[in-house]
């Protein structure tokens, strides 16, 4: 039994030198910014979370990531296990934390009551025709150009130093199920996706991927799910015209079925934009699947790196 039953990801932190430069990549990345009285700048979608981004002015780096819980009575139990306190989160929508540190020493921020905010209006999602089903007639498809829209933030993927030891950690804490096992040779895992326990109600796929990198402990990417395909696609324009890095897309994806788009911040973190991924519920169990599945995707580029063994 877990500690507690996280909800879903809150958040993800970060350290930049220029926090304007930040804030123009995440305007054209589908967030809007600003600094906080703290020095902080914070980034929302267009969902009712009152951040998703958090910068603070520093070296380039991850500084971490924060984890919904449903009560302050979950946070109570949590630090009383841990032997921290429950203290105000002086951040937008205000609210408790706990800051623990994981094994490999990454902040991890437990939140509830959190206010939420008003979400933004979202452009109607157009009637689409398929060779099944023409249900769009007399009316034109028009998209208008700039971003994405983002909307909420969907998980983050950590690169661990020993994934049965950081594994465990935030099953034992967080009540986390594996979706999906990575396994480098049968028997042999290297990562898992791991989503949240919310008993009959779906949930994403994964909310926390944690995979044993040859590169050790670090920041791998963070996902945010935007409004559709067409979105996802407009903000890939939008990103290419303003001469922003693109990382690997536009592409689906075999374990978690998402279309993806993943683009590089000014210092190399990694962001995706990501839309029609699957859910599921704590009945669905978990399953087993290869590094080459992880990697692999139903369309699409490939990976970099199966680009560079086949070069290689």
Known sequence: MSIIKIADIA??????????????????FGLRSEVGDDGVLYARGAGTAPFLHATSEGPSGFAGLGLRADSVDDLERLAGAEGVAVEDFAAPGGGKVVRLRDPDGRLVEALAGQAPVEPLALEPDAVRNTASSYERKRTAVRLSSGPSTVVRLGHAVLNVSDFRVVEAWYKERFGLITSDEIEAAPGFAIGAFLRCDRGDTPTDHHTLFLLQAPTGPGFNHAAFEVANVDDLMRGHTHLKNAGRKAAWGVGRHILGSQVFDYWKDPWGHELEHWTDGDLFTAADGSGKST??????????????????QEAG
Not at 15 to 25: I, R
Not at 291 to 308: K, R
Request: avoid cysteine.
């Open 291 to 308: 590094f080459q599945e992880l990697l692999g995707v139903q369309w699409g580029p490939p990976h970099p790196m199966m680009t560079a």
């Open 11 to 28: 958040h993800v932190r970060f350290t930049a030198p220029d926090l304007a430069e930040m804030a123009n990549f995440l305007e054209e």
